[in-house]
Every structure is written in structure tokens, then in C-alpha cells.
């Protein structure tokens, strides 16, 4: 009697595991992926930024650009290499730790030395990582720091970038959420069209 209780509590157990498996293990994310496809097709492939027939990024995930004609992207923590996507996190130093503030020192010489002349106060989102570590955007004041050695590396009047920076500009998510932000893949490729 005792062997039949057990068998029929293993029954059960089992019979929950695959009903939870087929639910959540495969009819979910159908189902999600259905849905996400149907709906948001561009969001859910990736946000995929096609120029002239061939893939040039993601408008959700950063790219390393350090040429001094391009805007340059919030700093990535990821490992081994910036904007890693398959391990996106952030640096997890607090901000007293010595590596972050050396890591800082070191991007705002960069900036010094690709701008020497710049003397206007450094945007923190140009010397810190964001916590994805994948950030696509910066700041409308850091794409605005950068304007002067933009236009010099690229012989353009910094009015014409001041433009293209104000039409990259996005605006606050349903004009409540969030911060103005400029995409910075979207911005250098509107640069290249001038």
C-alpha cells in the first residue's frame, strides 16, 4: 500500500514537470515570440540599422568608435573586449574603489588629449560605464562637448553639427520618462551623409 502512495506522488510530480515544461519551456515563449514578431518585428530582430543594403549595428546596443570625426559612446565595462554583447554587465566598482577612479582618470585624459584645447567640463556619461555596459546613447551635453573636435577632424562648421545633434536628439519616453539622448550609431552615420 505504501509503495502505491509513493508511486502515484512520483506520478504526479512527474506529470507537473513536463505539463510546466511544455508551458513555460516551449508554449510560453512561442507564444511571446509570436507575439513579439507580429507586433514589434524591428524591435525584436534586433533594431537592426541597415545602410545601403548591409547591417551597420544595433540601435539598442554601443559601438566602439574612438576615431576622433565620430562622436564617441558611453565607456563599456564589458569583458574581453567593449560592447560585448553575449556579456553585457557592468563594472560593479563602487564609486570610492581605486580602479574606477584610475579607469576615469584614464578616459578623461583620453578625451584631453584627442581635444586639447576643449576646456568645458566633462559630461559623466563620457568617463563612466553604464550598468549594461552596452549603452547606445549619450547625453545631448556629451554629444555637445565633443562638437569641437568633430568639426575640426572633419572640416565642418560646428553649427552643421550643432543641427545634426539637435535632429538625433530623442526626447523623453512618452515626454515623461527618462533623459534626452542622442544615438550615437545614428548620429556619426548622419555625419558620414554630409
Given at each position: 500500500?505504501?509503495?502505491i502512495?509513493?508511486?502515484?506522488?512520483?506520478?504526479?510530480?512527474?506529470?507537473?514537470?513536463?505539463l510546466?515544461?511544455?508551458?513555460?519551456?516551449?508554449?510560453?515563449?512561442?507564444?511571446?515570440?509570436?507575439?513579439?514578431?507580429?507586433i514589434?518585428?524591428?524591435?525584436?530582430?534586433?533594431?537592426?540599422?541597415?545602410?545601403?543594403?548591409?547591417?551597420?549595428?544595433?540601435?539598442?546596443?554601443?559601438?566602439?568608435?574612438?576615431?576622433?570625426?565620430?562622436?564617441?559612446?558611453?565607456?563599456?565595462?564589458?569583458t574581453?573586449?567593449?560592447?560585448?554583447?553575449?556579456?553585457?554587465?557592468?563594472?560593479?566598482?563602487?564609486?570610492?574603489?581605486?580602479?574606477?577612479i584610475?579607469?576615469?582618470?584614464?578616459?578623461?585624459?583620453?578625451?584631453?588629449?584627442?581635444?586639447?584645447?576643449?576646456?568645458?567640463?566633462?559630461?559623466?556619461?563620457?568617463?563612466?560605464?553604464?550598468?549594461?555596459?552596452?549603452?547606445?546613447?549619450?547625453?545631448?551635453?556629451?554629444?555637445?562637448?565633443?562638437?569641437?573636435r568633430?568639426?575640426?577632424?572633419?572640416?565642418?562648421?560646428?553649427?552643421?553639427i550643432?543641427?545634426?545633434?539637435?535632429?538625433?536628439?530623442?526626447?523623453?519616453?512618452?515626454?515623461?520618462?527618462?533623459?534626452?539622448?542622442?544615438?550615437?550609431?545614428?548620429?556619426?552615420?548622419?555625419?558620414?551623409?554630409?
Amino acid at each position: 500500500m505504501e509503495d502505491i502512495k509513493v508511486f502515484i506522488i512520483i506520478r504526479k510530480a512527474f506529470m507537473a514537470l513536463i505539463l510546466l515544461t511544455l508551458l513555460t519551456g516551449i508554449a510560453y515563449p512561442l507564444l511571446v515570440t509570436g507575439l513579439s514578431q507580429a507586433i514589434f518585428p524591428y524591435q525584436a530582430n534586433g533594431s537592426i540599422i541597415v545602410k545601403n543594403g548591409k547591417p551597420v549595428g544595433s540601435a539598442l546596443i554601443g559601438q566602439q568608435f574612438d576615431d576622433p570625426k565620430y562622436f564617441w559612446g558611453r565607456p563599456s565595462a564589458t569583458t574581453p573586449y567593449p560592447y560585448n554583447g553575449s556579456l553585457s554587465s557592468g563594472s560593479n566598482l563602487g564609486p570610492d574603489n581605486p580602479e574606477l577612479i584610475k579607469a576615469v582618470q584614464a578616459r578623461i585624459q583620453a578625451l584631453h588629449a584627442a581635444d586639447p584645447g576643449n576646456t568645458a567640463k566633462i559630461p559623466v556619461d563620457l568617463v563612466t560605464a553604464s550598468g549594461s555596459g552596452l549603452d547606445p546613447h549619450i547625453s545631448p551635453a556629451a554629444a555637445e562637448y565633443q562638437v569641437r573636435r568633430v568639426a575640426l577632424a572633419r572640416g565642418i562648421s560646428e553649427a552643421k553639427i550643432r543641427a545634426l545633434i539637435a535632429a538625433n536628439t530623442e526626447g523623453r519616453e512618452f515626454g515623461i520618462l527618462g533623459e534626452p539622448r542622442v544615438n550615437v550609431l545614428k548620429l556619426n552615420l548622419a555625419l558620414d551623409d554630409l
